[in-house]
């Protein structure tokens, strides 16, 4: 027999987690999780980064086992980390980036791995999407499809296998502004249907547009939780918020150079693009302006775009006084604009594949010519190494087996090798441990020192506090608040990515 939870004349809660507790090691990232979901709910899961959302979410799944704690699916109880178990009670785990067969059909691919008849099953899937009245050609193949529809495949085959509750794990970070409307209109179709939902996501807005109630998870703890009609926007935020920072005062910094009538090394005049739109903003020599957003703000769009890898729609891109808009990439490179970004694939470091090549001056220009003096690149690379304490056997040294850290110390301070105007860094210390970050801050600092104008585009508030001069953050697409050096805290910050204003009472 089957243990319930809840017998009575209550409803049973399709989902019920009880005190469930689980650590990594000595690393405790669910302590005591207690949450009910009713059919037709949807639960909004909000919290920052490692907080423990997806280690929940694979717990109910059976990917992980918890350490102690009970779950129940539709009143019967779990066992712990039976993937198969969960599946069959009904819960379903829709992947952020779904894998399809590219060469296979809509069919092929839902029908993927399911047993009994085939005739039976796909009557069954039509069934389904006609009773969703979804307008999915289920014939289409698989590489035809948006992101938004490899998700609605990936929700068919959770509906054929009759769940009850699924789960979106941050499903909107891919998609496009309409790919999330239609995502919602299927969710809103999903309530009907009295499925229930559990719905991650770090954007605020969402839980308004879909959320029936709303739990914000800190440190494995979920600190608050409750019908969304009974918060607001700020409430959320405060309760993303640790409990001290309101008190904590902003970090002593040594300020920008940004004197009466200076001219700005760079300048966006009503800049619009794919992603990001009014942006106007000025960095003035030695200043390093810090942009705040959360993930899908718009912030790095906005940086390859300025590096001429995306195009513009409108505006201005001036660069010493002079207007460099729709050049290409190599003469921004070479009019002295550095984009480092996030991802380090991204930026070419692999073509030159040793430390030595890459810390001269000559890769920046061999993007376009292959002139390399081997003298004036030893003596830079050694000089660099032992700068920014890069830990290498050798200038000779394959990049790709230097540590992440080594890697970026490399790319940003080759930067230093070029006379730069402008450095945009996005998530330059990303994944990177401490001591690393401590060398990439001194060549941040370095910069200055150089009257560099550093654009640092961070979603670690506490490093955009650290480091900028002046900050603004970027919400949805546009600027919506800028913050004097005085002015920037992580709880500023932090209102302001959500996109909450905080009246600073003057
Ligand atoms: P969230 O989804 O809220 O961002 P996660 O659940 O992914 O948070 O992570 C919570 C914490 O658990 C983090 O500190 C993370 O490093 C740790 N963690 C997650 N998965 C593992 C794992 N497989 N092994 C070790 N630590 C993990
Ligand atoms: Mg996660």
Request: hydrophobic share 40%; proline share 3%.
């Amino acid at each position: 027999m089957a243990e319930f939870y809840q017998p009575g004349s209550k409803p049973v809660p399709i989902l019920s987690v009880r005190e469930i507790n689980k650590s990594f090691g000595s690393n405790s990232v669910l302590c005591g999780i207690t949450l009910d979901i009713y059919p037709g709910e949807v639960l909004a899961l909000i919290g920052g980064n490692g907080a423990g959302k997806s280690t929940l979410v694979k717990s109910i799944m059976g990917i992980y086992k918890p350490d102690s704690g009970r779950i129940f699916i539709g009143g019967e109880a779990l066992e712990f980390s039976k993937p198969a178990v969960s599946l069959n009670k009904g819960a379903y785990l829709i992947p952020q980036e779904p894998m399809l067969f590219p060469n296979m059909t809509v069919e092929q691919n839902v029908l993927m791995g399911f047993q009994g008849k085939k005739t039976a099953l796909r009557s069954k899937l039509n069934d389904v999407v006609k009773q969703l009245g979804w307008k999915l050609d289920l014939s289409r193949s698989a590489r035809t499809l948006s992101i938004a529809e490899q998700q609605l495949v990936e929700i068919l085959r959770g509906l054929l296998r009759e769940a009850r509750i699924l789960f979106l794990d941050e499903p909107t970070s891919a998609l496009t502004f309409d790919e999330v409307n239609a995502l919602f209109a299927i969710i809103e179709n999903l309530k009907k249907k009295n499925i229930g939902i559990v719905y991650i996501t770090h954007r605020l807005n969402e839980v308004f547009m879909i959320a029936t109630h709303v739990a914000i998870m800190r440190d494995g703890i979920i600190t608050i939780s409750g019908r969304v009609e009974e918060f607001t926007r700020e409430m959320l935020v405060k309760g993303l918020l640790p409990g001290d920072f309101s008190e904590r005062l902003p970090a002593e910094k040594t300020g920008g150079r940004m004197t009466e009538g200076e001219k700005p090394v760079f300048e966006l005049r009503d800049f619009n693009g794919y992603g990001f739109a009014d942006i106007n903003l000025r960095i003035y020599p030695g200043e390093v302006l810090g942009l705040c957003g959360v993930v899908g703000a718009g912030r790095t769009e906005l940086a390859m775009t300025i590096f001429g890898r995306d195009e513009a729609i409108s505006g201005q891109v001036l660069l010493d006084g002079k207007d460099i808009s729709g050049m290409k990439t190599n003469d921004i490179i070479k009019r002295g604009v550095n984009y480092v970004p996030e991802d380090r694939f991204l930026n070419g470091i692999f073509r030159i594949s040793t430390l030595a090549g890459n810390l001269s001056s000559a890769c920046l220009d061999s993007l376009s010519k292959f002139f390399l003096d081997f003298a004036a690149e030893r003596n830079i690379a050694e000089k660099y190494v032992s700068d920014f304490r890069i830990k290498a056997t050798g200038i000779r040294q394959e990049m790709g087996s230097l540590s992440g850290g080594n890697q970026q110390k490399v790319v940003i301070g080759r930067s230093l090798s070029t006379t730069p105007r402008l450095v945009i860094l996005d998530e330059p210390t990303r994944g990177i441990d401490a001591g690393a970050r401590g060398d990439i801050y001194a060549i941040i600092g370095e910069l200055k020192a150089r009257n560099v104008a550093v654009l640092l585009i961070s979603s670690d508030m506490e490093e955009i506090v650290e480091l900028s001069d002046r900050a603004m953050t970027m919400f949805q697409g546009r600027i919506n608040r800028e913050f004097s050096k005085e002015e920037i805290n992580q709880d500023n910050l932090m209102r302001a990515s959500f996109g909450v204003y905080k009246e600073n009472k003057a």
